[in-house]
C-alpha cells in the first residue's frame, strides 16, 4: 500500500557496531540518518507541526520560521512540504553549506545570518543566538509560525517513542545510553523512555571536551566540530534527573571515529553521530559496566550534509 513521506518518518533500524568495536560489550545506534530529511530533527519536526495544526497555531498554508543549524531545517522543509506549508530557515553562516543546499531542495527559502564569534564549521552559542533573533524577526514581518524547537515540548514527547522503539528492538537488557545534546528533545525523550522501563539503566549526555555546561564546568572552548550541539549552554527544557554523569569527546576523537564508522562499518554519518559511538565505546571501556553490557546510541545525521 502506498504512504506518505511523512510516513517514512520513525521506526528505524537498531543497528549493532561489530567492526569498528570489537569489545568489551556491545553497542546498539538507532539509524536516524535514514529518515527522509536525513536526521534524528525529522521526529521532532513532524511532532511539533502536527501540534501546531492541532491547536490552531498553524493554519493552513501558513508559513513557518526557524533557526536551525541545518538538521531540523531539513525535517521541517519535508514536512512543509508534505503539509502545504512555505518554509523559512535561518542558518549561521558557518554551518555546513550542504545542508542550505538541501533545504533549498527542498523548496525553502535559507537566510545565512553572519557569525557573531565562530569560524566556518565551528559554531557558537553567540552565532546560534543570533540566528534565532533574525528567525524571530522574520516570523513577525512574515506573519509566520515559530517554531522555536528549544522551547517545544513536542519533540521530548517524539523521542518517548524512539526509546520505545529502542526497547523494542533490542535484543536483551539496555545497559547505558548515551548522546550529544543540542535542543535536548532527543536525549530527554529516550532516557525517560528507559529510565522508565529500567531506572538502572545508565544515561550520559555528550558533550564536546572544553564545552561541559551539562557537568556543570565551566565553557573554555566555544568552537569544535559538533554542529548542532555541544552550544555551550544548558537548554531549557533539560532535567538533570536523567543525567547519570557525563562524557566528553575530543575534535581528534570524533575525527577517528567518523573515519572508523565509514571505512569498516559502511555507516557515512555525521560528527556528532561519530562523537556518540566514540562516547559509547569509552564508556564500555571504562569499567562502569559489566564486560557484557550493551550501550545505546543515536546515528544522527548522514555525512551527506557535510
Known sequence: MPVSVLDLIGNTPLVELTRCHEGPGRILAKAEFLMPGGSVK?????????????????????????????????????????????????????????????MEGLGARVVLVPQVDG?????????VAAAAEEAQRLATIEGAFYVDQFNATEGIAAHEITGAE????????????VAAVGTGSTYVGIAKALKAANPATLCAPVEPEGSEPLAGKPVVKTRHMLQGTGYGLVPPHWDATLMDFGMTVTDAEVTDWHRRLAAQEGLYVGYSAAANVCAAAKLLASGRLA????????????GLKY
Open 42 to 102: 525529522d521526529r521532532a519536526a513532524l511532532a511539533i507541526l502536527r501540534a501546531a495544526r492541532a491547536d490552531g497555531r498553524l493554519q493552513p498554508g501558513m508559513p513557518v520560521v526557524e533557526m536551525t543549524s541545518g538538521n531540523m531545517g531539513a525535517g521541517l522543509a519535508v514536512v512543509c512540504a508534505a503539509l502545504g506549508h512555505p518554509f523559512i530557515a535561518t542558518m549561521s553562516a558557518g554551518n555546513s553549506p550542504a545542508r542550505a543546499r538541501m
Open 119 to 127: 569560524v566556518p564549521g565551528q559554531v557558537t552559542g553567540a552565532d
Open 166 to 177: 529502542i526497547l523494542a528492538q533490542a535484543d536483551g537488557p539496555v545497559d547505558a545510553f
Open 291 to 302: 564486560r557484557d553490557a550493551t550501550v545505546v546510541t543515536v546515528l544522527c545525521d548522514t
